[in-house]
Structures are given as C-alpha cells and as structure tokens.
C-alpha cells in the first residue's frame, strides 16, 4: 500500500495594514511559520495599504506567476471604513469557495461568539492559484490555518484537498 507524502506547495503571503510593517505583522509572520513548519515554500510577502488597486495589483501579480500556487491574506475582511479585501479581491476570482467563509465562521463562532459575523472571510480560486482572505488578528488567522487551510493543502487530506487542482 502507497501512503501520499506531503506536497510543497509555493505560497505567497500578503497583510492588509495602514500601520504594520514586518517588524509588527505578527498575523503575517504566523502565516509564514506555520506554512514553512508544514512543509511549504513561502516565495513571497508583502505587506500592503488597505487600497483596493494596491491589494488587486499585488494578488494579480501572484495569480498570474506560474510558480505561485496559495496566496494567504491576512487584513482588511471587517466592517471598519477601510475595510476593502473583498472587494477587491472577488472579482479577480474564476471561482468562490463559498465553504471556506462559512466553515470560518461556525469555527468562529465557538471562539469569538456572535461577533464572528463581523467577519468577511472568503476564499476564491483563480489561474490555478488558491486565495484565503482571513481576518487580520494572529488568532485568526490561527483558526484558519490549523483549522481549515492547512489540511486544504495537504494531499493526504481525504476525501479532498486543493492540491490536485494546484499542480495540473
């Protein structure tokens, strides 16, 4: 019997912030440890002014490189006036991953209670290149990596995972 290993996946990770920068972006420093301590490669990351053509310009860029296949984005999915990831984002998708949100925020829930529905949390698929927008909280982004990216990106994941759809 086979058993599948773990694939390295390429991944990009890019925070939404009017004031962090890589010394204070722990939700982006998260993401890249923890993708890294799976197995993955963190090819790029960026941090990025809420701004709708700054975020769409940068997460384009991505899409379109051959060699990326995940971007992670961590920022920008409240309510707050400057707020914008989605926004930007979704239209640049081929698809939504509409369970991605959903699944966010029941798992949310448990931990935040009813403010979860606050959160704007979506995923989408484009150019075989995966996108999850999560919240801009290192706890956050936390919940969505241990509790739903991260087996999403593992071959061994059964009865499904993205991976075939990122290596065709």
Request: charged share 20%; hydrophobic share 35%.
């Amino acid at each position: 019997m086979t058993t599948e290993s773990q694939t390295s996946l390429n991944i990009a990770v890019l925070t939404v912030s009017d004031t962090r920068d890589l010394e204070t972006d722990t939700s982006g420093g998260y993401l890249v440890e923890a993708t890294s301590a799976q197995g993955h490669n963190v090819v790029a990351r960026d941090i990025v002014k809420d701004d709708v053509y700054q975020l769409r310009a940068i997460v384009s860029q991505w899409i379109a490189d051959s060699e990326i296949q995940v971007v992670l984005v961590t920022g920008g999915t409240g309510f707050s006036g400057r707020d914008s990831t989605p926004e930007a984002l979704t239209v640049l998708f081929d698809k939504t991953i509409d369970g991605f949100g959903e699944l966010f925020r029941h798992i949310s829930f448990h931990e935040i209670g009813t403010s979860t529905i606050q959160s704007r949390a979506i995923a989408g698929y484009a150019n075989q290149t995966v996108i999850f927008c999560l919240p801009g909280s290192t706890g956050a982004c936390r919940t969505g990596w241990e509790k739903i990216i991260r087996d999403q990106l593992d071959a061994r994941n059964k009865p499904c995972n993205f991976v075939h759809h990122l290596l065709k």
